[in-house]
């Protein structure tokens, strides 16, 4: 029964967290962690804990007032869940900083996991008869895009797949232009 009410916060508290999100540009880096920490452990509850996390914050020293768009790295951290966390099926680690480089202002967000990898992931997926198209990078794309073009936010966004002996992806986005609340 307490899991369940702790499941059921955490659920109402990412909801609240979008909602109030979608009627923004932009988010808080503190409401972001926030809206990403009830994501994640929502997924670790439904999937049994296959998986850790860990969050962390680098050369930032005011969360609350540094602004980047929203709804902007969710995307990628569910991509590394379902697509390379899960079909691992153990010991998997999902790694999120957001550091901000003090010369020029800019966020680096980094999302690394040691899940199977995009290749190996797309090779599943091509076996699979129920196959379904991801959405997360193509709505980051068009994201990316928008923010790029009417606000010209700087917004770039690499792929870095893990060579053996190591495994899983790292996801680096970078934002240029963050918006800093006077």
């Given at each position: 029964m307490e899991e369940a009410?702790?499941?059921i916060l955490?659920?109402?508290?990412?909801?609240?967290?979008?909602?109030?999100?979608?009627?923004?540009?932009?988010?808080?880096v503190a409401d972001e962690v926030t809206n990403l920490q009830h994501y994640i452990e929502l997924q670790q509850t439904?999937?049994?804990?296959l998986f850790a996390?860990?969050?962390?914050?680098?050369?930032?020293?005011?969360?609350q007032r540094l602004f980047i768009p929203s709804l902007l790295l969710q995307p990628s951290v569910e991509n590394a869940i379902n697509h390379g966390l899960l079909p691992k099926e153990r010991d998997g680690l999902l790694l999120v900083t957001i550091?901000?480089?003090?010369?020029?202002?800019?966020?680096?967000?980094?999302?690394?996991d040691n899940g199977i990898g995009r290749n190996r992931s797309y090779e599943l997926n091509m076996q699979n008869t129920y196959r379904k198209?991801?959405?997360g990078s193509q709505l980051?794309?068009?994201?990316?895009d928008v923010f790029n073009k009417y606000e010209n936010a700087g917004i770039e966004i690499h792929y870095v797949d893990k060579q053996m002996p190591e495994s899983g992806t790292i996801v680096i986005i970078k934002i240029k232009n963050p918006y800093?609340?006077?």
């Open positions: 009410y702790e499941h955490r659920f109402s508290g990412l909801l609240r967290g979008y909602l109030e999100t979608s009627r923004k540009r932009y988010i808080s439904r999937f049994g804990g996390y860990r969050i962390e914050l680098k050369d930032i020293k005011d969360a550091k901000r480089d003090e010369a020029t202002g800019a966020i680096t967000c980094i999302i690394d198209a991801s959405q980051l794309k068009q994201l990316t800093n609340e006077k």
